[in-house]
């Protein structure tokens, strides 16, 4: 019997053919991809893969859809994927386009964490993987943010931020902070957390975590997002487990279902 895997949420069905529609998140029969030797094959092997840079929902055809059916990106959102490294690298100097040199971008690793702050006494976080040491003396951090987010707002304003590092058992937290918008949800109504030292919620089920106050003259606009340099002004060691990483995360995205 064939394993199908669904492209937008990670679902695996068994059968000859895929579901007409996935029950975890709706999508249609055309989003599921044949598994087969523990690797994905696609069902059209000769169609275009177009990757979603908002929440890295990837679409299968000749063209990227009109708009993300996971978080409503436009098509601009999407990136055509390179399936061939032999192809890849033959066409390593010529003919490569910006959507080639994200696709590369894309294999950087990252972690994921939870930077959380405040404004006149609201609380929210999102779910980041940029946040970086600098340096270790002074201890001093960095995390950039997209302009438009909420999170963004508030640290703008207080100036302070708090970082929850995540476990690869937190897979929760990345769909709770991560897929909806501090806007439109309370994102800390079911989430048992309390307030640091600076203020800001700092999640209890986290493996450490680390508070920071941002400094401004060091504090970069780059465009759409902006370069908050803080130095670390409190933090702690919960639990020595494993952090969960962005590529950790995308192979097994499958249990935030």
Request: some cysteine.
């Amino acid at each position: 019997m064939k394993k199908w895997r669904c492209t937008v949420c990670g679902y695996e069905h068994d059968g000859d053919s895929p579901p007409a529609k996935c029950p975890i998140c709706g999508a249609g029969a055309e989003e599921f991809t044949l598994q087969k030797n523990n690797s994905t094959v696609l069902a059209e092997a000769n169609q275009k893969r177009w990757k979603c840079i908002i929440c890295d929902y990837v679409h299968v055809g000749e063209n990227p859809p009109a708009t993300c059916p996971l978080c409503g990106a436009s098509k601009e959102s999407f990136l055509l994927l390179e399936d061939s490294v032999s192809e890849l690298v033959s066409e390593a100097v010529r003919d490569t386009t910006e959507s080639t040199a994200r696709s590369s971008l894309d294999k950087l690793s990252y972690g994921l964490y939870i930077v959380s702050s405040f404004k006149n006494g609201h609380i929210n976080g999102q779910c980041s993987n940029t946040v970086i040491q600098l340096t270790n003396e002074p201890m001093r951090i960095s995390v950039c943010l997209n302009k438009n987010n909420l999170t963004h707002e508030y640290i703008n304003s207080s100036g302070l931020f708090s970082v929850s590092i995540l476990g690869q058992e937190h897979f929760d937290k990345v769909r709770i902070f991560g897929y909806q918008s501090g806007r439109n949800v309370d994102k800390f109504a079911n989430v048992n957390y309390i307030l640091g030292k600076n203020g800001c919620p700092i999640l209890t089920d986290c493996i450490g975590y680390l508070e920071a106050s941002v400094i401004w003259d060091k504090t970069v606009d780059v465009g759409t997002h902006t370069l908050f340099i803080a130095d670390v002004t409190s933090g702690r060691l919960a639990a020595n487990e494993q952090p969960l990483t962005y590529s950790y995360y995308r192979s097994n995205r499958s249990r935030t279902q």
